[in-house]
């Protein structure tokens, strides 16, 4: 009780979280977009360089679409709102003045906005994203790959869904 006390009271606590996001739909002929992400987020620091960092967030993730890849609507960008939850598995030594880390996140999120229509779109989205952090003081920046499982599009091919980077930038309190 009293190792695992001494850790639970090193405990960051609440914090701010937000960032640019780089994405694209894999395997589809589309280009990148410039989305963001901003939320919530809270950090449990644990014994031998591990923390976890669970998050809710609002995710816009997007495509330049250069083909229909569905026979709905042509477009020519894809916008997407999801409200998401990862969880950040972080491992890095304490350097004192600063901590590198290396971090691998599941995460699962719901669409709620479009820039079309739902129809056959999916809503439910999950994935992983693997990447490298830095914590410096109160702040947290963190690069990332995150891959999209599932379908994007029911009854399309299903390796056409998001991946790309996210850059995030946390304060915590």
Same mark, same amino acid.
């Given at each position: 009780?009293?190792? @695992?006390?001494?850790?639970? $009271?090193?405990? !960051?606590?609440?914090?701010?979280?937000?960032?640019? $996001? &780089?994405?694209?739909?894999?395997?589809?002929?589309?280009?990148?977009?410039?989305?963001?992400?901003?939320?919530?987020?809270? %950090?449990?620091?644990?014994?031998?360089?591990?923390?976890?960092?669970?998050?809710?967030?609002?995710?816009? *993730?997007?495509?330049?679409? %250069?083909?229909?890849?569905?026979? /709905?609507?042509? +477009?020519?960008?894809? *916008?997407?709102?999801?409200?998401?939850?990862?969880?950040?598995? /972080?491992?890095?030594?304490?350097?004192?003045?600063?901590?590198?880390?290396?971090?691998?996140?599941?995460?699962?999120?719901?669409?709620?906005?479009?820039?079309?229509?739902?129809?056959?779109? /999916? !809503?439910?989205?999950?994935?992983?994203?693997?990447?490298?952090?830095?914590?410096? @003081? %109160?702040? /947290?920046?963190?690069? !990332?790959?995150?891959?999209?499982?599932?379908?994007? +599009?029911?009854?399309?091919?299903?390796?056409?869904?998001?991946?790309?980077?996210?850059?995030?930038?946390?304060?915590? &309190?």
């Amino acid at each position: 009780m009293t190792f @695992w006390s001494s850790y639970t $009271s090193n405990a !960051r606590g609440f914090g701010i979280t937000g960032g640019a $996001s &780089f994405m694209g739909i894999r395997e589809a002929n589309t280009s990148m977009t410039t989305g963001y992400h901003a939320g919530l987020t809270y %950090k449990f620091d644990l014994p031998f360089g591990f923390a976890i960092q669970p998050s809710v967030l609002y995710h816009v *993730k997007g495509s330049l679409v %250069k083909a229909p890849i569905v026979s /709905q609507d042509v +477009y020519d960008v894809l *916008k997407t709102g999801y409200v998401e939850v990862p969880v950040s598995f /972080q491992w890095g030594p304490d350097l004192i003045l600063f901590r590198p880390f290396l971090d691998v996140t599941p995460f699962v999120g719901y669409g709620v906005v479009n820039n079309i229509s739902w129809d056959g779109f /999916q !809503r439910l989205e999950y994935g992983l994203g693997a990447g490298i952090g830095l914590d410096i @003081w %109160k702040f /947290q920046l963190v690069g !990332r790959y995150n891959w999209n499982f599932g379908p994007l +599009y029911s009854g399309v091919r299903d390796d056409f869904n998001f991946g790309g980077m996210t850059l995030s930038l946390s304060f915590i &309190f």
